[in-house]
């Protein structure tokens, strides 16, 4: 119980004198002028105050001395707790980006991925040759999506697939594959992968040679 108590005075009492911590105004070394000044808050570095005109953060540096004094102004400790909240901001910022650039580069990979439902047609050593309706993730199946015969690369279930299964595979699409039917005419058919294609390497800038110097 007497704990409480202290508790409760210790709380009432920080309450009146910050409640006390109100000035007529502030005007700052660059000209700033603050009115019906109340000092909510202080940090290393400054005061945070809400003024007849709205709210303020204002560097110690930019105060009159006696509000300095006041608050235990210390230069160095506001230097590194400046550094130290730029470093903070810094890290956020980071975070921030890098969630920002896996978001972008899992958008992109859903508008590269395909859903390919289909029967088997051929086992050719490369893959398979579906006869198959392809699926736009989130989109409403549509008649229009019937593609026929496509190639299917680096399937998962390849040495247990037999002509005739039926699949549903999520894939990206690669290129085209070519290929002779029954009858021996050569065929030529969208080609998708069950694995994201590597993009190819960036090729760097022909190196330049200095000129030979000329002999005399």
Same mark, same amino acid.
């Given at each position: 119980?007497?704990?409480?108590?202290?508790?409760?005075?210790?709380?009432?009492?920080?309450?009146?004198?910050?409640?006390?911590?109100?000035?007529?105004?502030?005007?700052?070394?660059?000209?700033?002028?603050?009115?019906?000044?109340?000092?909510?808050?202080?940090?290393?570095?400054?005061?945070?105050?809400?003024?007849?005109?709205?709210?303020?953060?204002?560097?110690?540096?930019?105060?009159?001395?006696?509000?300095?004094?006041?608050?235990?102004?210390?230069?160095?400790?506001?230097?590194?707790?400046?550094?130290?909240?730029?470093?903070?901001?810094?890290?956020?910022?980071?975070?921030?980006?890098?969630?920002?650039?896996?978001?972008?580069?899992? +958008?992109?990979?859903?508008?590269?991925?395909?859903?390919?439902?289909?029967?088997?047609?051929?086992?050719?050593?490369?893959?398979?040759?579906?006869?198959?309706?392809?699926?736009?993730?989130?989109?409403?199946?549509?008649?229009?999506?019937?593609?026929?015969?496509?190639?299917?690369?680096?399937?998962?279930?390849?040495?247990?697939?037999?002509?005739? +299964?039926?699949?549903?595979?999520?894939?990206?699409?690669?290129?085209?594959?070519?290929?002779?039917?029954?009858?021996?005419?050569?065929?030529?058919?969208?080609?998708?992968?069950?694995?994201?294609?590597?993009?190819?390497?960036?090729?760097?800038?022909?190196?330049?040679?200095?000129?030979?110097?000329?002999?005399?």
């Amino acid at each position: 119980m007497k704990n409480l108590l202290f508790l409760v005075l210790f709380i009432a009492s920080t309450l009146s004198v910050f409640a006390e911590d109100t000035i007529d105004s502030i005007t700052t070394t660059d000209g700033m002028v603050y009115k019906s000044v109340t000092i909510m808050s202080t940090d290393p570095a400054g005061i945070h105050i809400v003024h007849e005109g709205g709210a303020a953060s204002i560097p110690f540096s930019k105060l009159p001395v006696d509000i300095q004094k006041k608050y235990n102004y210390d230069p160095e400790k506001a230097r590194a707790f400046i550094k130290a909240e730029a470093a903070k901001a810094q890290a956020v910022k980071a975070a921030e980006a890098a969630k920002a650039k896996q978001k972008a580069a899992e +958008d992109h990979l859903k508008s590269l991925q395909f859903i390919v439902i289909g029967s088997v047609l051929q086992k050719p050593s490369d893959g398979l040759l579906v006869d198959c309706v392809r699926f736009t993730p989130g989109v409403v199946y549509d008649p229009k999506e019937i593609f026929g015969q496509v190639f299917i690369k680096n399937y998962e279930k390849y040495n247990k697939a037999v002509v005739g +299964d039926e699949i549903n595979v999520t894939v990206y699409e690669d290129g085209t594959y070519s290929y002779k039917d029954e009858s021996g005419t050569a065929q030529t058919v969208h080609a998708y992968n069950t694995k994201l294609p590597e993009p190819a390497p960036a090729q760097s800038p022909p190196a330049t040679q200095s000129p030979s110097p000329s002999s005399k």
